[in-house]
């Protein structure tokens, strides 16, 4: 077991006579607070804190890092709280403990991608923060997976799942190569047991067979650099078994046929300077013939996690290939243990003194280091790359990352952020730059929404959204509207049939919130659910004001019908004298819910009636529709035209002509000279020299119809023009 002497002295080697007392007395309250825990190995839980501990030491990180460890666990399995430990131990501390504590509750089971999702969104939100969380959280896992053998079967698969789908990726992406070789080995001997040991026999036996090739090699490169007078260190590593099995995988191979993959043992040259690892790039070049496509230069285009090396494949002793990097001492040291090391290169140690950087800062000071890396998007887009390929990460303007899928829009983005920015979402600026809504959110950008409380979400919107939430929430606030709609129809529907008892609905309503009875006969709970059924012809209005009227003691005043009413005075006229924003109107009630009935396709200026429908408002039908004999008479209402500016219409003309030359010419013409479009014409002509035409064009409105019409008589020859149904 790891002892505070062990961790102590880990310190010192690399923050020589620093003052220690932070991590002894973590230790001390460690102690304290896990005594009689067991873990499941059996152990004091103490050993687990202290492995922990002492990871973080590996890593080279500071005091309050350390210290942070030792106190881990202490928030969920004893008694302590946050507000002790920042107490006793600073906010620093506190703050890295608390991290870690909430990164816990990141669910379980990784089989869905939104739970993933949520999972790398804290990641990164506590990234964010303070990478020292991370760093923890990942010493935390190391450990974890090193005991895993005491863990329920079910339970190490999950973890070791969890551990390859995002915690080694993520040790990858920081750089910490050594934590991400480990964590997948372990991983990969928990998911795959057998392939993990006949795979580590065979890996063995070969490495073992090729020991002396393995020396010849080595001996070689190293007389290379002597006769060029470079001085460096010639290693000969092997690959770790999880990144032999991706390799067969890759090429769909077996474990039987591992001799295809060439490259078990790497070899690494590690110089002094940059262009003594071009020199000697150079020299190996000339000696044994380089493989094409095999060279990349890491050195003069980093990876986004800092790592630099140059990697070359070529033909070794023996035409065997072998796969050989290049790189210094320091691009080696940032190869293994990523971001801490190059503040430890730099500074002699990950330093307190950046206790308080920021992820963002860090990311700045990546750029500032690697031209290269332009944007963090870059870094971003790297970070999830082997975990969420489906995934961008974007921006608010205060510098929250928020998570969406490829292909989102900045409406995605503002329901994201809230309900109530979506549905008022006008604009969006993409990096301040004007984006239109449907744009395509890209990695990195920033993304900023502007609202107008006179906005309201539109249908077009469910065509170019990706998130199941802005499409809910899209859906939602129409039904809403929908309903709301519904329900003053109801009202303007039910306040028509009170008047002919001389009734109002204001007397409806206050009686019927008085004495609910009268809902009761319907099983309704609410006066609005009355009117919403009423609005959706569940419930006849006429009914309804029958018998409040006799609750009463009102008789009918006026015994003419509504129904009856309908087909003869419906008059065109009334369209002008109310001015309204609406296509249709309902006697005074605004903004009601209707269509235009498809099977006879009213334009403005017809003679039309309302049907209501179940659910769907009012169908708006021509008087002389065939289909309204059909419908029941008890749901028909008065409808009619309110103002329809600049819409156009569908008009179905069928013409009856005497044949001859340029008569479909014509006939288009006079169509175009009417300002209206023609969307699809039909031509038949027959042996008596008739021809007939079909035209589907757009109009206005009934007068620029008549006009349509009048023109089109003015051509030669024209018999009968007709409008058709439909
Ligand atoms: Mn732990």
């Not at 070791?160 to 993520?170: D, G, H, N, R, V």
């Not at 303007?397 to 969406?404: A, E, R, W």
């Not at 006849?540 to 019908?561: C, L, N, P, Y």
Request: charged share 30%; net charge positive; glycine share 4%.
């Amino acid at each position: 077991m790891t002892t505070l002497s062990k961790i102590l002295d880990e310190i010192q080697s690399y923050l020589p006579g620093c003052n220690t007392r932070i991590v002894e007395k973590a230790y001390e309250w460690a102690a304290k607070l896990h005594e009689g825990q067991i873990r499941k190995s059996g152990e004091p839980y103490l050993s687990h804190p202290m492995e922990v501990a002492y990871i973080l030491t590996q890593m080279r990180l500071d005091l309050p890092t350390i210290a942070a460890g030792l106190l881990h666990d202490a928030v969920e399995d004893s008694q302590i709280s946050i507000e002790e430990i920042s107490k006793e131990f600073g906010e620093e501390i506190a703050f890295i403990v608390d991290g870690v504590t909430k990164l816990k509750k990141i669910p379980g089971s990784m089989n869905k991608i939104t739970k993933q999702a949520e999972s790398l969104r804290k990641i990164i939100l506590g990234m964010s923060k303070d990478l020292r969380v991370i760093l923890v959280k990942l010493a935390d896992r190391l450990h974890n997976m090193r005991t895993l053998q005491y863990q329920a079967e079910h339970k190490r698969q999950k973890i070791a799942k969890e551990t390859l789908e995002i915690y080694a990726p993520l040790a990858g992406r920081l750089g910490i190569d050594w934590i991400k070789c480990e964590l997948e080995d372990l991983s990969f001997k928990y998911l795959y047991p057998e392939e993990y040991k006949r795979l580590k026999v065979e890996v063995e036996k070969r490495i073992k067979e090729a020991e002396e090739y393995v020396e010849k090699v080595k001996s070689i490169l190293r007389e290379l650099l002597q006769k060029n007078n470079i001085k460096g260190k010639v290693l000969g590593r092997v690959k770790h078994l999880y990144s032999v099995y991706r390799k067969l995988q890759k090429y769909n191979l077996t474990i039987d046929e591992l001799d295809q993959v060439y490259d078990l043992i790497g070899f690494r040259i590690i110089v002094n300077t940059v262009e003594e690892c071009y020199r000697t790039l150079g020299f190996v070049h000339a000696l044994w013939t380089p493989i094409p496509g095999r060279f990349k230069d890491y050195i003069s285009l980093p990876k986004p996690n800092m790592y630099q090396s140059l990697h070359t494949t070529v033909l070794g002793p023996n035409s065997k290939k072998i796969e050989i990097q290049i790189r210094t001492e320091y691009m080696d040291k940032i190869a293994n243990e990523g971001i801490a090391a190059h503040f430890l290169y730099k500074e002699g140690f990950f330093t307190s003194k950046r206790e308080h950087y920021k992820y963002l800062e860090w990311l700045n000071k990546l750029i500032e280091l690697q031209k290269e890396l332009k944007h963090p998007r870059e870094f971003l887009e790297s970070l999830k790359l082997d975990l969420f390929p489906d995934e961008i990460y974007v921006f608010t303007p205060k510098g929250d990352v928020i998570v969406l899928p490829v292909g989102a829009t900045p409406i995605d983005f503002a329901y994201t952020i809230h309900t109530e920015i979506g549905n008022k979402c006008v604009r969006a600026f993409v990096n301040d730059k004007l984006v239109p809504l449907d744009y395509k959110l890209q990695t990195g950008d920033v993304v900023k929404i502007e609202t107008s409380p006179y906005q309201k979400p539109s249908r077009d919107w469910l065509k170019v959204v990706v998130t199941g939430r802005a499409r809910s929430r899209i859906k939602q606030w129409f039904k809403k509207e929908e309903k709301e709609k519904l329900v003053n129809l109801g009202k303007e529907l039910l306040n028509k049939e009170l008047r002919k008892y001389k009734l109002s609905l204001n007397t409806f309503i206050e009686e019927s919130e008085k004495d609910l009875a009268i809902l009761d006969n319907f099983k309704i709970k609410s006066l609005d659910e009355l009117f919403y059924q009423i609005g959706s012809a569940k419930v006849s209005a006429k009914h309804i004001a029958k018998v409040f009227a006799e609750k009463t003691g009102r008789e009918i005043s006026d015994k003419e019908e509504i129904v009856e009413k309908i087909p003869k005075e419906v008059s065109a006229e009334k369209v002008f004298l109310e001015p309204s924003k609406d296509i249709i109107v309902v006697e005074g009630a605004k903004d009601i819910l209707f269509h235009l009935a498809q099977c006879c396709k009213p334009i403005p200026g017809d003679e039309i009636v309302g049907y209501i429908t179940r659910g769907k408002g009012i169908s708006v039908h021509r008087t002389d529709c065939p289909n309204l004999k059909d419908l029941d008479s008890e749901r028909f209402v008065e409808v009619s035209w309110g103002s329809y500016d600049s819409k156009t219409y569908p008009v179905h003309l069928y013409i009856i002509c005497l044949d001859r030359k340029g008569l479909l010419a014509n006939i288009s013409s006079a169509i175009a000279a009417s300002e209206s479009n023609i969307l699809k014409a039909h031509v038949k002509t027959t042996s008596d020299k008739k021809a007939f035409f079909e035209f589907y064009i757009e109009v206005n409105n009934k007068t620029h119809l008549d006009k349509i019409i009048s023109n089109i008589f003015k051509v030669e020859g024209v018999l009968k023009v007709e409008r058709k149904l439909g």
